[in-house]
């Protein structure tokens, strides 16, 4: 597959990183961008503001001439209950999770209507189900997947295809994850998971390895779908591993 131009957001670190990594390898140019730059390799732009996320596209287009692939992965990920969620949290979780994609991908779709191509994979979240004791957060997700539907909806007939990756399963070492853990990456790792079908929690890699089929000719057809890179959690996740039963 000839390379492509992507841009990823929360490229800093965790999923983002690990998306950036299979990307990369695979011979795609990418775009890794954060809250600040934090490396060379890292551009910053805060996704609260569109002025920083207007001039982030233009200056992808101009230096590299074109825009194929949008990675919506930036977000954060407080935990409360509605009763303990103040305006502040809730307007932070809003501003970055569903209007920071929501600029994104409207600032990339202006370039790919015109040329009549492009790809957009948002990052969402089984707590777009809806989760305990993640209820900003959770509405936050839901939003993300409704926003991809809506998208592969309007932009359909411009060829454009917009996809949904959650990231599942639990002990992905992440900062959202160890974040709300509060401990090491061993000891999160160290917490009974329901992780994968392969018997391992989803690294980062995985996410990016689903994320980069999406974004390659290889998905021509595929747009509105949710891929789970875990297992099932638009069903809730796995069933616990019964007493003595397999490896
Ligand atoms: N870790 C998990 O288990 C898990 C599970 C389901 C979904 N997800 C989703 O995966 C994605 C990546 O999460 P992660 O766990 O790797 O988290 P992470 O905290 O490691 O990465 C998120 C990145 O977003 C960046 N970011 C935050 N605010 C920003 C802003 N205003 N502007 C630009 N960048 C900003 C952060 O700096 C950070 O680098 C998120 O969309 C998250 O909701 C993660």
Do not use: W
């Amino acid at each position: 597959m000839s390379g492509l131009v992507v841009v990823v957001t929360g490229a800093a670190g965790g999923i983002g990183a690990g998306i950036v990594e299979v990307l990369r390898h695979q011979g795609h140019v990418v775009v890794g961008t954060d809250q600040e730059s934090q490396e060379s390799e890292v551009v910053g732009c805060d996704l609260r503001s569109t002025e920083q996320v207007d001039a982030l596209v233009a200056g992808v287009i101009t230096d590299h001439g074109r825009l194929d692939g949008l990675v919506n992965n930036a977000a954060v990920g407080p935990l409360g209950t509605v009763t303990e969620t103040d305006d502040d949290t809730l307007d932070q979780i809003i501003d970055v999770n569903v209007k920071g994609a929501f600029r994104m991908a409207r600032a990339a779709l202006r370039h790919m209507v015109t040329r009549g191509e492009g790809s957009i994979v948002n990052i969402g979240s089984g707590a777009g189900h809806g989760k305990p004791n993640m209820a900003a957060y959770a509405a936050s997700k839901a939003a993300v997947h409704a926003l991809s539907a809506s998208m592969a909806y309007d932009h359909f007939h411009h060829g454009i295809r917009v996809n949904t990756v959650i990231p599942g399963g639990g002990g992905i070492v992440s900062g959202i994850s160890l974040g709300r853990f509060g401990g090491t990456a061993d000891d999160y790792l160290a917490l009974p998971h329901a992780g994968s079908v392969a018997d391992r929690p989803v690294q980062p890699t995985d996410v990016g390895e689903t994320v980069a089929f999406l974004l390659s000719p290889a998905a021509a057809t595929i747009s509105g779908t949710i891929i789970d890179v875990g297992c099932m959690a638009n069903q809730g996740g796995p069933l616990p591993r019964p007493a003595g039963a397999g490896k």
